[in-house]
């Protein structure tokens, strides 16, 4: 419990710091042609996998992440790189093989009225033993929560039981790396929920058995701003009862 204790404070402090997900005003894209952008100076554009920003006053730059670099007077982000500009945090991003900007304002109102998340209490239940097992990769189309639907890769399969059923959810992740799963149960269906978030840990070698804490499951970004784009569940992850476990609402004033 230790753990899952020090996991909630961090997730807390995270989702209310300044520039946490209820935070973001704006996602906007760019292209290879410089074009101004909403709610920020200057033009932008994308070059040789980064995102360039023509005109804006080096004076109102007030932080630097490393990896955004003053090229003459441009100002040149590498993917998920920031500065700090007018109290706004800029983040340049990379998504399906396209550039963009994302604003984050403290004074956002979605953040001003934010107070943090309900959360079902810690129940042992909902650790169970899944099965892991590798697949040959299979393409898919996946939805997000905007409208759009981006090519992807089954690659895996986890195979668990509770409530006396049997479940195998389908992931979309390179086999190893840190991921977490978008899924769907009955009663955030029921909620009108789109999705949430269950972390997964894969076993050693990709394949054989590994744990899921179903109490460590969070609110999409998307949950906290209509200006995210998180991916829908697969159908094989919406699953046929609820999931009293992990973070389940918003809690604002």
């Not at 992931?171 to 769907?184: A, M, N, Q, R």
């Amino acid at each position: 419990m230790s753990d899952y204790t020090a996991f909630r404070t961090r997730r807390e402090a995270a989702l209310l710091a300044p520039f946490g997900p209820a935070a973001l005003v704006a996602t906007q894209w760019v292209s290879e042609i410089a074009e101004p952008l909403e709610q920020v100076s200057g033009t932008w554009c994308a070059v040789n996998g980064t995102v360039v920003a023509q005109g804006i006053d080096p004076a109102e730059i007030t932080s630097i992440d490393d990896g955004v670099l003053w090229r003459d007077s441009d100002l040149v982000f590498a993917p998920d790189t920031a500065v700090i500009w007018r109290a706004k945090q800029l983040l340049a991003i990379e998504r399906y093989g396209t550039y963009g900007l994302r604003i984050f304002d403290p004074e956002a109102p979605g953040r001003k009225s934010l107070r943090g998340v309900d959360v079902y209490p810690y129940d042992p239940k909902w650790v169970v033993e899944a099965e892991f097992a590798l697949v040959e990769a299979t393409a898919v189309e996946i939805d997000l929560v905007n409208g759009m639907r981006v090519p992807g890769n089954v690659t895996a399969t986890c195979t668990f039981q509770l409530d006396a059923q049997t479940v195998t959810m389908q992931l979309d992740s390179p086999p190893g790396e840190p991921t977490v799963v978008s899924f769907l149960d009955k009663a955030a269906s029921e909620a009108g929920a789109p999705l949430r978030f269950l972390p997964i840990r894969w076993p050693e070698g990709n394949v054989g058995k590994t744990t899921l804490d179903f109490n460590y499951v969070t609110l999409p970004p998307c949950s906290f701003s209509p200006h995210f784009m998180c991916p829908l569940p697969l159908a094989a992850n919406r699953l046929p009862f609820a999931v009293t476990a992990g973070e389940r609402s918003l809690l604002r004033m």
